[in-house]
């Protein structure tokens, strides 16, 4: 029997590409998500809401500043900022009074926020889908072995690498990644030494929500803005980290081009069932190594 | 600390006084209250369950509808696509779920904690979009409705009727179960596995008969589900749902064995009621579950047992 009925060579390449734009966001919000979980030990459910906020904002700034390419700009820039200062207040407002807690509350917590923010973004935007458009420069699209590829997908790939250097200079070679990594491992250690641990594992998860803000602003011209896009990339995320190993920022990167590629392929295969091909590879990763592919910090 | 006859006698009129007067109350009630104590009871029994994983085996089950949406799912198929008599569903929900615990278990009892409940969102997550996608047979995104209930259980009263009958009678014997042999072994697993294990208890396996219990209630309360509103969708199954969950289980206090029910209770009114005035019932429910967080952390009932307890017997309190 033939599995891969008419699939030229170029489709299969133009959905692969696809893939690996779908991946860039994908890695953008997981690299957050890990980056929290790593140091802080919180499975921050809300890290979906948080996306989904961002793609809201970057939609009305965008619109704010009367659309076109200043707006797309000042959106992408401001929107994560805009998430991650609605982080900070969080944090510093309940969070960091929650620390102690088993992992469990700490779940529930973050669920708690979900269903707040959830309900907060229906009462500002309502419950109508919004789209946004990306700036004229990076409209239209290439031609890769005669089939279109839309240039604001190249402008992702692009985007994807310089953030995972950006998070790999600041793990490695920054003070605070270095602090933040020592906390992970052993913060009473790090609070002796007379460090303030309250405020690294602040910066951490502002910087993991601004992460989770960026990837909404990213995605927004791509796709419809809707309620309930919080589900969807919460879901997704948790298992990249998970797959990827909790914490490794490679380990994320690892996790979302296995999920987006097999996602992408099996749109290709199946439609109807391409939701399940990124599931089933994940069961197979953790039946094979149950702790992730690359080594978790915990 | 075991029980002596003497309180076991109490519990059981207390327990009879109360199903007696569940029994008297649809004449005093609405048809919608009447539902509405079906949905509890529904809701209750599917909270109990969770908290046999959760609370008594110290399992993080995150998600715990997926048995419960493959229970109502099985019993909604079975009524409608065979010409079964309708109790061959009811009989097979419940395996159907203890088939997919079993499924499910056996892959997520390898690991520890977080990774166990993250794992275990990820395989109800692929059961929950095979049936969101399956179309021709589930009928994805619309679910099911118009499910013909057998005769007997058709009206709301005597729906009713078999969701109590069916709720004490699971809580009856999940209540053995807590109080067996084996019960005392799944706690004592989750106080320490390690030293259980050294103990020669097979800690894997009795998490996995853990999980295979509560599965199988799960399955019942799924079915039952099915007769109290007559219709099946995916939601059932949805991770957001299992959350929901675990918020009766701590609303109403884990580590009391009626604690979920009453949780179950309260989040089933409390919906039912602010959803009258506002549309916005989830942001009530988040600041509930913030405050109960930093408040309440032992749960409503949990909160009452341990002062009732501390004022009779102050040396409760060290122990």
């Not at chain 1, 239209?140 to 997908?153: E, H, T």
């Not at chain 2, 019960?183 to 697993?189: A, C, E, L, T």
Request: proline share 4%; aromatic share 14%; net charge positive.
């Amino acid at each position: 029997m033939d599995l891969l009925p008419n699939i030229s060579l170029a489709a299969f390449c133009q959905q692969l590409l696809v893939g690996l734009s779908r991946t860039t966001i994908l890695f953008i919000v997981a690299s957050g998500l890990s980056l929290v979980l790593g140091v802080l030990r919180i499975p921050n459910v809300a890290h979906g809401s948080l996306y989904m906020i961002g793609a809201f904002l970057a939609y009305t700034i965008a619109s704010a500043a009367g659309g076109g390419t200043f707006g797309f700009w000042l959106a992408l820039v401001l929107a994560p900022l805009g998430v991650a200062l609605i982080s900070l207040a969080v944090e510093r407002g309940l969070f960091c009074r929650l620390y102690e807690r088993e992992h469990l509350m700490l779940l529930l917590f973050t669920f708690a926020f979900t269903l707040v923010f959830g309900d907060l973004v229906k009462l500002v935007w309502g419950s109508d889908f919004r789209s946004m458009n990306a700036p004229t420069s990076l409209q239209g699209s290439f031609d890769v072995l005669g089939f279109p590829f839309p240039k604001y997908n190249l402008f992702l790939l692009i985007i994807g690498p310089i953030v995972a250097l950006g998070l790999w200079w600041l793990t490695n070679k920054t003070k605070i990644g270095k602090i933040a990594k020592a906390a992970a491992v052993d913060r009473e250690m790090v609070a002796a030494v007379g460090i303030n641990v309250s405020w690294v594992f602040a910066s951490v998860f502002v910087i993991g929500c601004f992460l989770a803000g960026l990837g909404g602003a990213l995605v927004a011209p791509t796709q419809n803005i809707t309620q309930g896009m919080d589900h969807g990339i919460i879901i997704e995320t948790f298992l990249i980290v998970i797959i990827g190993g909790l914490g490794n920022i490679w380990g994320a990167l690892l996790g979302a081009l296995i999920f987006g590629l097999t996602d992408a392929i099996g749109i290709l295969i199946f439609p109807q069932f391409a939701i399940v091909f990124p599931y089933v590879a994940v069961i197979t990763v953790l039946m094979l190594r149950p702790k992730g592919l690359l080594k978790s910090v915990w | 600390m075991s029980a002596s006859p003497k309180t076991d006698w109490k519990k059981l009129i207390w327990a009879l006084m109360g199903v007696a007067v569940f029994f008297v109350l649809p004449n005093f009630l609405s048809r919608f209250s009447i539902y509405l104590m079906a949905l509890i009871f529904t809701t209750g029994l599917l909270a109990t369950s969770l908290n046999m994983v959760l609370g008594y085996g110290g399992m993080y089950q995150f998600h715990h509808a997926v048995f419960y949406g493959f229970g109502a799912y099985t019993t909604a198929l079975f009524l409608t696509k065979t010409g079964l008599p309708g109790w061959v569903a009811f009989v097979c929900a419940p395996l159907a779920s203890a088939l997919l615990s079993l499924l499910i278990g056996l892959i997520c009892v390898r690991l520890s904690k977080l990774y166990f409940g993250m794992f275990q969102i990820s395989l109800g997550s692929l059961v929950w979009a095979i049936i969101y996608r399956w179309y021709s047979f589930t009928h994805g995104d619309d679910g099911i409705h118009g499910i013909p209930v057998p005769d007997l259980i058709a009206s709301g009263k005597s729906a009713y009727y078999f969701a109590l009958i069916v709720l004490v009678v699971c809580l009856m014997i999940m209540y053995r179960i807590v109080e067996s042999p084996f019960g005392r072994i799944f706690q004592g697993v989750r106080d320490n596995p390690e030293r259980s294990e050294a103990v020669g208890v097979n800690v894997r396996k009795h998490q996995l008969v853990g999980m295979i219990i509560g599965g199988t209630f799960a399955g019942v309360a799924g079915s039952l589900f099915v007769v109290v509103e007559g219709s099946v969708f995916p939601d059932l199954l949805f991770w957001t749902l299992s959350l929901e969950i675990l918020i009766m289980c701590l609303l109403g206090g884990w580590f009391t064995f009626l604690g979920p029910l009453f949780g179950a209770a309260i989040i089933v009114l409390l919906r039912t009621f602010v959803g009258i005035y506002t549309e916005y019932w989830t942001i009530v429910l988040g600041i509930v579950l913030m405050l109960l967080i930093f408040f309440l952390p032992e749960g409503v009932l949990g909160y009452i047992i341990t002062r009732y307890r501390s004022r009779r017997n102050p040396k409760f309190q060290e122990g």
